[in-house]
């Protein structure tokens, strides 16, 4: 199993940037593919980027694309979630998943979830 802590939330000016954070505990951490999803108040759940287990292959919904970086440092158990060039529109609830799936997508099964970190985006 994996257990998910995310990080990094908070109140950011537009055009600036912000880090999310996501530590992952379990030995199986390698070999699950993850993702960011994002909920603002009154809306649909909404895919913003995922990742392979190895860190090579990426995916991001085209609002986000040339301003949002996914990563992951398998070494230290850890997925990020680079946000520069933040817009109002960027306000809303982060949540990390995984999923069993190593080359995962938008539509994948993610199984695992962390609590949600806050971002909010002033203007």
């Known amino acids: 199993q994996v257990r998910l802590v995310e990080s990094g939330g908070g109140l950011v000016q537009a055009g600036g940037s912000l880090t999310l954070s996501c530590a992952a505990s379990?030995?199986?951490?390698?070999?699950?593919?993850m993702g960011w999803f994002r909920q603002a108040p009154g809306q649909e759940r909404e895919f913003v980027a995922c990742?392979?287990?190895?860190?090579?292959?990426?995916q991001y919904v085209d609002s986000v694309k040339g301003r949002f970086t996914i990563s992951r440092d398998n070494a230290k158990n850890t997925v990020y979630l680079l946000m520069n060039s933040v817009k109002a529109e960027d306000t809303a609830v982060y949540y990390c998943?995984?999923?069993?799936?190593?080359?995962?997508?938008?539509?994948?099964?993610?199984?695992?979830w962390g609590q949600g970190t806050q971002v909010t985006v002033s203007s």
């Open positions: 998943a995984a999923t069993a799936i190593m080359q995962p997508g938008p539509m994948s099964r993610y199984d695992y």
């Open positions: 379990g030995r199986t951490f390698n070999s699950h593919g």
């Open positions: 990742i392979d287990w190895s860190g090579r292959y990426t």
